[in-house]
């Protein structure tokens, strides 16, 4: 028999699950987070392992999905020094890189850049001749400014990556092999500024990731472990660790993807809200054929403007640990939060907070802790509370809507037992089992996929010649990936013409997804 | 004696989408050219139109093409310069100062920074008042000014003179430029004495753009809702709020012709708003009957925030408020509905000031 593991690590949980060869959990556990972050990895292995009693050898792929990146670039801590090269020459002097960046993030990385010639227009022709000499030379200059990593930009890199890797081939005769290089069309999509800006937090954060993802290899190792490992991507799906490791930064905001993930596949439903209810918040986000819904607008990552493709989530500070105002009238559930101290401070496990927690446990949604403890409390409180809460899930469904008519929802997260059965909106709400692990579930079972980003001229070849080419481009990016050729399919496909022009000029956005290969 | 400074930026750039009723382009690009600028160079004279002598020379700046295209290939920065500075070579003559062709979208910040690197002042006034999507649509043209002599210049050096028998052709040559010069491109035109400005130009629209923005901006700030305050400021209308439900964008004939379908909340609860874009929104139908028609201004703004939405970014479940503003006068006239009034664009219907249809919704 062949396994499966599913890891996410969470600001406040580590979670682990083993699933079998027709995905089904046979093992799961919740462990607290550590501050080194594999100790929590290794303490969750530890018990799936246990429990599973499988041989650790038959683990056949492992699957890990964390915030790592995330907390290093808001913190600012770890960060390397960072070059950037930009091909655009003549274009681009008129916003150089690192503009409107904080100042204390820029310290962090003191940075240096280089514009040298190069750049394509929309259509693949090129703005100018790349110069191998002038990049060399600037190579150079960025390396006697002490830069530990390199991040190289390029107009209209989606469309034609070919100069950011010729940058790539002559940093290595400068600085090195083993130096690390960023490339930008490997991480966003259009839009310059934003993608360079995602390229140049990679390139921070790399040698901070390769120590991270290593010491996960080495838990793995050191539990007989011989599975291939992946690490999971902030749009649902898998990338191998080697890749993971050269570009880190596209984890971000994998922990509400896997959620989303796990939810779909636990349910067995495609299209619902999601509804993932933690110690702190509840994050609700979408889900639009089994993939999240994902965000149109630029998203800021620690204060830098970036343009991930994020899921598009709402959250509110409704949480298991949300504390509860009996006094305030109406009565006020969160945002305030015990958070992870919730084992020790709300009222049913012998503390002093009143927390939601014990609300639901009075009003007898969910048998948990020491339900004497909150025997106290007076009915038409307790109803209150929960009207309370009642009604901030509905008000977030409703903002999360797509149409008007009802829709299924799915509640998951260690803290989903403050949803009530029945809410306004949804057509049924869906309390999966497992539903507590759904993130590390939603790791376990990710894709693998390829995707496809450029302005095409439509005019010339015709719409529907240039629309195949573009889905046969990305169903083959997927496979490249590692996906299973029969399984590939079109996820997502998004056409938008661009205005103020008559020459048919059309960005085509298209992702492709498929099975892990066996 | 007013000036625009760094800040005042960010404020422009949302006020600056409002006004471009849907379209325009994003403001982005413009706006961290011109913050940049004047960091460089300090901070941009704002003049009235009255303070123009009637026969100094008046220069526009602006970009022309796909601002799509922008956000990938950043401009030079020098193409504006280039621009302004070879019609003052060609004229013989000294400009006076800056002007903005197009008070709404990334055409608001451009002219900005043009100011801004040379160190002239910029006129609070614009060509429109708004965005539209064809050179010829600004009431200059309208009141039979030629666009030339024009320059469109592109990041690599390249330049071009224009001097053209009509308005149309103008957009022709230099849309047909732009294309060729990789879809984007610094332009400048219409270039005017003060007193043709004082007669045509569209006042104040700079910083009515500032106000609505910093309103928006200090409303969120205050946890508040916006709209009142934007139509207080603007004189516009609240014509309907509801969550989109279906958008359809038709690309048959190789322009964009676009219909969303809004579905009513609160006080719209059971009525239906359609509203018509191509680059820009055109017009607006509520349970059938007509509330705003172009050239008036219809921009789709998020419901709780204030911020306008693009034609772009129109959205299946977005909430949202539909306002209409009323346009310039000038645009009113005949020879203005003529140039962009709705059945230049198409659509079926005999304009009627917003002030009219709004009395019958």
């Not at chain 2, 970009?63 to 956000?71: K, R």
């Not at chain 2, 610094?186 to 309103?215: F, H, P, Q, W």
């Amino acid at each position: 028999m062949r396994y499966r593991l599913g890891i996410d690590v969470g600001g406040t949980n580590t979670d682990a699950v083993i699933l079998d060869n027709k995905n089904k959990v046979i093992a799961k556990c919740k462990e607290a987070t550590t501050a080194d972050v594999s100790s929590g990895i290794k303490k969750a292995v530890d018990t799936v392992l246990h429990s599973s009693r499988i041989n650790p050898s038959d683990i056949a792929d492992a699957m890990l999905g964390t915030t790592h990146a995330t907390n290093a670039i808001v913190e600012r801590k770890g960060l390397s020094k960072v070059g950037v090269i930009r091909l655009s020459a003549p274009s681009g002097f008129g916003i150089p890189p690192f503009v409107e960046w904080p100042s204390d993030i820029l310290e962090a990385i003191q940075y240096s850049y280089e514009i040298v010639k190069g750049g394509y227009e929309y259509n693949g022709a090129l703005i100018s001749k790349t110069d191998k000499e002038e990049i060399t030379k600037a190579l150079r200059i960025i390396k006697d400014k002490g830069a530990e990593a390199l991040a190289v930009s390029c107009v209209f890199s989606p469309v034609n990556s070919e100069q950011e890797k010729l940058v790539q081939e002559l940093a290595v005769g400068v600085l090195g092999k083993e130096f690390p290089v960023t490339l930008s069309h490997e991480i966003g999509s259009i839009g310059l500024i934003e993608r360079e800006n995602a390229a140049i937090l990679n390139a921070a954060i790399r040698r901070l990731a390769e120590n991270a993802y290593g010491s996960f290899q080495n838990v793995l190792k050191e539990h007989g472990i011989l599975a291939d490992l992946f690490i999971t991507q902030n749009d649902g799906t898998l990338m191998s660790i080697e890749y993971a490791k050269k570009y880190p930064v596209l984890t971000i905001a994998s922990g509400p993807t896997n959620s989303l993930r796990g939810a779909a596949f636990l349910s067995g439903i495609k299209d619902a809200i999601v509804i993932d209810v933690g110690g702190t918040t509840t994050d609700v986000g979408v889900l639009s054929k089994g993939f999240p819904r994902e965000s149109s607008t630029a998203v800021e990552i620690g204060g830098v403007r970036t343009n991930f493709r994020m899921p598009d989530l709402l959250t509110i500070g409704l949480g298991g640990g949300s504390l509860v105002d009996l006094k305030k009238e109406p009565i006020t559930v969160g945002p305030k939060s015990v958070g992870f101290r919730i084992h020790t401070e709300a009222l049913i496990f012998g503390g002093s907070t009143l927390t939601a927690t014990d609300v639901a446990v009075a009003a007898r949604m969910y048998k948990l802790g020491d339900p004497a403890r909150v025997a106290v409390l007076k009915k038409e409180e307790t109803n209150k509370t929960v009207q309370v809460i009642r009604e901030m899930v509905e008000e977030v469904i409703d903002k999360m809507k797509v149409s008007a008519g009802d829709v299924p929802v799915i509640v998951v997260g260690g803290g989903s037992i403050l949803v009530p059965e029945k809410l306004k909106g949804a057509s049924e709400v869906i309390k999966p089992e497992h539903f507590e692990v759904a993130n590390a579930i939603g790791a376990a079972i990710a894709q693998v996929s390829g995707s496809l980003d450029g302005v095409f001229d439509v005019a010339t070849k015709g719409r529907d010649a240039v629309l195949a080419e573009v889905k046969e481009s990305a169903k083959i990016e997927a496979i490249k990936a590692g996906a299973e050729p029969d399984s590939v399919e079109i996820v997502e496909l998004e056409e938008i013409p661009l205005a103020y022009l008559p020459s048919n000029a059309v960005r085509f956005r298209v992702k492709a997804v498929g099975d892990l290969k066996h | 004696m007013q000036y625009l400074e760094e800040g005042d930026l960010d404020y422009i750039g949302i006020g600056a989408a409002i006004l471009g009723a849907g379209g325009g382009g994003d403001p982005y690009v413009g706006k961290l050219m011109a913050k940049q600028a004047i960091k460089k160079h300090g901070k941009v004279k704002l003049i009235t139109t009255d303070e123009v002598p009637d026969d100094a020379l008046i220069i526009p700046s602006a970009m022309m093409g796909a601002p799509a295209v922008m956000l990938e290939k950043l401009p030079n920065g020098n193409e504006p310069e280039i621009a302004f500075r070879s019609l003052e070579k060609y004229l013989g003559k000294k400009a006076y100062a800056v002007l903005s062709i197009e008070a709404g979208g990334l055409n608001s910040c451009i002219p900005i920074y043009t100011a801004a690197c040379l160190g002239l002042p910029i006129v609070d006034a614009d060509g429109m008042g708004r965005a539209f999507p064809e050179l010829p649509m600004v009431t200059f043209s309208v009141a039979g000014m030629s666009s030339t002599p024009m320059v469109v210049c592109d990041e690599k050096g390249n330049k071009m003179l224009l001097e053209t028998v009509s308005n149309d052709w103008s957009e022709i040559l230099a849309r047909t430029a732009t294309v060729a010069m990789g879809l984007a491109s610094m332009i400048s035109i219409y270039c005017l004495d003060g007193m043709s400005l004082k007669k045509y130009g569209v006042k104040g629209t700079i910083s009515l753009a500032k106000n609505i923005g910093e309103r928006i901006v200090r409303a969120n700030k205050s946890k508040t809702n916006p709209i009142d305050s934007i139509l207080e400021v603007t004189k516009g209308y609240r014509l309907f709020d509801g969550k989109i439900v279906d958008i359809r964008r038709d690309l048959t004939t190789g322009f964009i012709r676009g219909e969303v379908t809004i579905e009513g909340m609160d006080n719209d609860k059971g009525s239906t708003f359609k509203l018509f874009f191509q680059n820009e929104n055109l017009l607006g139908l509520k349970n059938g009957k007509p509330a705003a028609i172009t050239p008036d201004l219809i921009t789709v703004i998020d419901r709780e925030k204030g911020f306008p939405i693009t034609t772009e970014s129109l959205k299946y479940g977005r909430r949202c408020t539909v306002i209409g503003m009323p346009c310039d006068p000038f645009w009113r006239t005949e020879a203005g509905i003529r140039q962009v009034g709705p059945r230049y664009f198409k659509y079926d219907f005999d304009y009627v000031p917003i002030e009219e249809l709004v009395k019958e919704i």
